[in-house]
């Protein structure tokens, strides 16, 4: 397949899971009234759609020969996504999200947790038609999310934050989504154990790499974020380069760097940069996304070369040149 | 069965509920750390586990022989509930709950937040197992309950609030869910239709009445409640004696219950509940409660007489009795 063939059938997916988060809030908005438009807004609001389309292409590369028997997991990931952005948009008292006002600032934060609720309630309504196995794969990461943003919470301008305690809080809050997405995947298409395995190492590593350049993004300021930039760093939030800086750094300089993360603004984003540049840290960072995106595909060379593995590639390209 | 019999019956269940509910907390507290805890504790910290033990008995009544069969289902409107209550005590600002400080007020709400999520996702996973048609019936009304809060945001103290929104309102609150409850248990029990449907009458019926009583405790004030008395009218809560008496009240009299309800404290209770005896208001709360009783019990008139109908019985009996 050519790259723009690749894009294109990329572009379907998306198109196609646009077209079935439309009908299905359309259908609910119809039943549930203003909690569904609500609700419906924040999902119809864009995004990459790189979970449920994850979810696509991991069936077929699985084997799986009917790609309408996952597209309800799929959406499921996205309901149950977007549902965990709404409560962290009020966690973090975030006005903004994918370029628009944060339905908390919108419609009221009791409104928004109601809405969050109930985007849950999709997900999980779409996803529980599957068998226990697959269930429990997706029940199982939807809990272990909540325990990881309950420790991120910890963490909060917390300087001792070890890398190990970030790469748990990601592994929990993004990478175990995605992994599940894929394995849950793999489930319905009846793969091997092997293969499922493989392809939720493929997601896990994926999704650290994705957290990592999301993180990168925060501090070097991007628009396709849809917040402003050093948010993060607002919210007091560790994120990777500057555990690093943290631990590299001494003396007056882990002193300043300190000082700029309990006390952010705008103003201090130079110097912020170039302490980080100092440590080596966004460097750092870089390079362990690298590493992750290698192993992530290195687990599909478990699979044979075909159309879906392509995808799943340009998938992995898409992560990494997001940074880049 | 004598009346101490069903007693001793009934506290057998609630124990067996109990027990199950501690062990997935001790169970999931020991995978996923402080979220269980803290999300344990309210759902440990009592309650009636009414909605548990009707899943329990319409399940027996529809003809199911082997309990363990519904064990997760009852667990699952436990946990579902307990989430629910967590995100409305954030909403509605209340400190208190099941006599214990409400946990936003114990971890803060970015944490409370997430800990409704966290049991969210057990209930969902523990109902997730059964067929479709089950889990349809649980995540339809989990959707409506949603739905319902949203409206009774709307109507906070929106004086032209009607019995009708008040009646949608509870329906989709409380007493969806206990009618969801028995109709999965009837399904899962593999009951016929008709019977499902009964079931599920039965338990929208008693569900209202429920909901009545508690508006009626709220007013009259109980420590059976665990909340402050008037608790519903400082949150701005149309309640339906509030919704009659605006409606029955003229001129001076609606103006100052008018008042009374905008700018309400404890030393206004006296006043306010003269002005809804003379409105014959709580008066007509009780009478509604006694027929929607009474519905709840011919619906049960079309199953033989036995144990679990006696028990049955007995709830709707304790539903009364919490008024009396």
């Known amino acids: 397949m050519e790259d723009n063939q690749v894009l294109d059938r990329f572009e379907e997916m998306r198109e196609l899971v646009n077209a079935n988060l439309e009908s299905i809030v359309e259908e609910q908005s119809a039943v549930f009234g203003e909690v569904a438009i609500v609700s419906g807004q924040i999902v119809l609001a864009g995004g990459k759609r790189i979970r449920p389309i994850l979810v696509m292409l991991a069936y077929q590369l699985a084997g799986g020969d009917d790609l309408e028997e996952v597209i309800p997991l ?63 794969v997706m029940a199982h990461y939807c809990s272990i999310l909540a325990s990881a943003e309950f420790s991120q919470i910890d963490h909060v301008l917390d300087l001792s934050t070890s890398p190990e305690d970030y790469l748990e809080i990601v592994r929990g809050k993004t990478a175990g989504p995605f992994a599940a997405g894929c394995k849950g995947a793999a489930l319905v298409a009846n793969a091997s154990a092997e293969n499922c395995e493989y392809l939720f190492e493929f997601g896990m590593e994926l999704g650290i790499a994705f957290q990592l350049v999301d993180d990168l993004l925060d501090i070097r300021g991007d628009e396709r974020m849809g917040k402003p930039r050093g948010s993060d760093i607002y919210e007091g939030k560790m994120t990777l380069p500057i555990i690093h800086a943290l631990t590299i750094l001494h003396g007056p300089q882990r002193v300043r760097l300190s000082e700029i993360i309990r006390n952010f603004e705008d103003s201090l984003f130079d110097e912020l940069i170039s302490l980080l540049n100092f440590g080596g840290s966004l460097n750092y960072s870089e390079i362990l996304i690298r590493n992750h995106l290698e192993r992530a595909l290195s687990y599909l060379d478990h699979f044979e070369d075909c159309e879906t593995k392509q995808l799943l590639k340009h998938v ?7 940074h880049s």
């Open 74 to 136: 799929a959406l499921s990931s996205e309901f149950i996504h977007s549902a965990s952005l709404i409560h962290d948009d009020i966690n973090d008292d975030s006005s903004t999200r994918r370029g628009q006002e944060a339905i908390h600032v919108k419609v009221g934060q009791a409104k928004a947790i109601i809405a969050g609720d109930w985007l849950f309630s999709q997900g999980f309504g779409l996803g529980a038609r599957y068998d226990e196995e697959v269930v429990e």
């Open 316 to 322: 992995v390209k898409m992560v990494e040149k997001r």
